[in-house]
C-alpha cells in the first residue's frame, strides 16, 4: 500500500469516527426524554389531546404522562395530573413534602415554572389569555402570559377582574388595568402611605403619567413621600436613609431658618400630588406634592407662645425611568416662612384717679388728664324766710 492510500483510508477512518460520535449523540439526547418502559405497556388509559395530537395519558399506577401523535412516550407518567396549555406546555400537579403542588412542563419533562402553587388557572379578558398562579405558601398571585412568561416580576395579594379591566391588589394600594387583546395598560393607581401616624392616599389617573411609571416607581416615591414628612417635622436624618437618593441630594425641614418656631406638629395629610417635571437632563423626572397641616408653637411680639395652625405644601423631586434607577433628588417646602398673625395690643388697667364725689373720672386710660367739665349740678332751693 503506498502513501497516498494510507493518507486516504486514515481520511475516512477520521470522518467515519465524528460520525459515529454524532450519531451516538443525537440518539443519546433523544433517549433522555423518552419514556424507557415502553410506549403502549406504559399507557393504560388515554385522555385529552391538544392540536398536534399529542395525549395525556394514564399508566397502570394511575400517573399521568404524554404521549406524541404515534403513542411513544415523550413525558413520563411521574405526575399526579396533567393539563395542556394554549402553548407547548402542560400544566402539573405532583406531591411534594405531602402537600398537592402545581408547576408547568414542556413536552420533555422540564420543569418551567416550579412547582410551589396550589393552583394554575387559565383567564381570558377582552380577547387576552393569561394565567393566575396562587402561591402555596403565602396564597398571594402571579400572573403568567399564555407561554408562562412573567406579567410582572412580583406578586400581588389579590386579583379581581371584570369583562373589560383587571384590578390587582397589594399591601400599599391598588392598581386598576384595561385589558385588550394586545395586553395590559395601567389605568389607575391609587396608593396608601402614612407620615407621623397621618394616613394619605395619592390616586393616580393620568393615563399619560401612568404609561411613563411601574408599580414599584409608584410604591418607592409615596414612601419617600411619607419618610421626609417625618424627617421635615422632625429633623432627624434617620428618616432620609430609608430613601434611595442621588449623589448630594438637598432635603430642608419645615421653616429651618424661623428662631421664633418652638414646636412644628403635624396634624393632617389632606391632598398628596404626583406629577412629571420638565428637566435639563435626558432622565424623566417626577415630583410629588403634599400638602400638610400643621400646628406651629412660635414666639409673638410680645414674647409670649402662641399657637398658630397653617397649611403648607411640600415637594419632593426624583429621577429615574425605573425603580432600580430611581432616586430622590430634593425635598423642601414652597413656603419659606409662615404668615404671623398680628398680635393682638396689650390693654392696661384703667386709672383709679377719679373724683369720688363728683363720679367723674379724672385721667384718660393713656395717663393724659380729661377736660374739664362743667358743675351743671342743680342746687338746693333756699327757704323763704318771712
Not at 391538544?50 to 405526575?79: K, M
Not at 408547568?104 to 416550579?114: A, L, R, S, T
Not at 432622565?283 to 399657637?307: G, I, M, Q, R, W
Request: hydrophobic residues 35%; glycine residues 6%.
Amino acid at each position: 500500500m503506498n502513501k497516498h492510500m494510507k493518507l486516504l483510508f486514515a481520511a475516512l477512518f477520521v470522518v467515519i469516527i465524528v460520525l459515529a460520535a454524532a450519531i451516538a449523540r443525537f440518539y443519546s439526547h433523544t433517549d433522555k426524554n423518552v419514556y424507557d418502559g415502553g410506549a403502549q405497556s406504559a399507557i393504560a388509559q388515554k385522555l385529552g389531546t391538544n392540536s398536534n395530537g399529542d395525549l395525556i395519558f394514564q399508566d397502570s399506577n394511575g400517573l399521568y404522562g404524554v404521549a406524541d401523535s404515534s403513542e411513544r412516550v415523550i413525558v413520563s407518567p411521574e405526575w399526579d395530573d396533567l393539563s395542556f396549555t394554549d402553548s407547548s406546555f402542560c400544566i402539573a400537579k405532583k406531591h411534594v413534602h405531602g402537600s398537592l403542588l402545581c408547576g408547568c412542563i414542556d413536552y420533555e419533562g422540564n420543569v418551567i415554572v416550579p412547582l410551589i402553587y396550589d393552583s394554575i388557572e387559565k383567564k381570558q379578558i377582552n380577547g387576552f389569555s393569561f394565567y393566575t398562579a396562587v402561591s402555596h405558601t403565602d396564597g398571594s398571585y402571579v400572573l403568567y402570559s399564555a407561554d408562562f412568561s412573567p406579567l410582572f416580576t412580583r406578586s400581588w395579594k389579590n386579583c379581581e377582574y371584570d369583562e373589560e379591566t383587571l384590578t390587582l391588589h397589594t399591601d400599599k394600594g391598588s392598581f386598576l388595568y384595561t385589558v385588550t387583546p394586545m395586553g395590559l395598560a395601567m389605568k389607575n393607581a391609587k396608593l396608601y402611605g402614612s407620615a407621623v401616624k397621618h394616613d394619605f392616599e395619592l390616586d393616580i389617573t393620568s393615563k399619560l403619567l401612568l404609561s411613563k411609571l411601574t408599580v414599584p416607581m409608584i410604591e418607592d416615591m409615596t414612601a419617600a413621600a411619607g419618610k421626609y414628612l417625618e424627617y421635615a417635622f422632625s429633623g432627624d436624618e434617620k428618616y432620609l436613609s430609608d430613601i434611595k437618593t442621588a449623589e448630594n441630594p438637598v432635603f430642608t425641614t419645615l421653616f429651618p431658618d424661623e428662631e421664633r418656631i418652638k414646636s412644628r406638629k403635624l396634624t393632617g395629610v389632606p391632598d398628596i400630588f404626583l406629577y412629571s417635571t420638565r428637566s435639563e437632563d435626558d432622565v424623566p423626572h417626577f415630583s410629588v406634592s403634599v400638602t400638610a397641616e400643621t400646628d406651629l408653637v412660635y414666639t409673638d411680639d410680645n414674647n409670649k407662645n402662641a399657637h398658630m395652625d397653617g397649611k403648607y405644601t411640600a415637594v419632593i423631586e426624583f429621577s429615574g425611568s425605573s425603580a432600580g434607577e430611581l432616586k430622590a433628588i430634593s425635598g423642601g417646602f414652597r413656603e419659606t416662612a409662615p404668615e404671623y398673625p398680628t398680635p393682638e395690643p396689650e390693654h392696661p388697667s384703667i386709672s383709679e384717679n377719679s373724683d369720688t364725689e363728683s363720679g367723674y373720672i379724672t385721667g384718660n386710660t393713656d395717663g393724659t388728664a380729661l377736660p374739664s367739665v362743667p358743675d351743671t349740678t342743680v342746687p338746693p332751693p333756699t327757704e323763704n324766710i318771712y
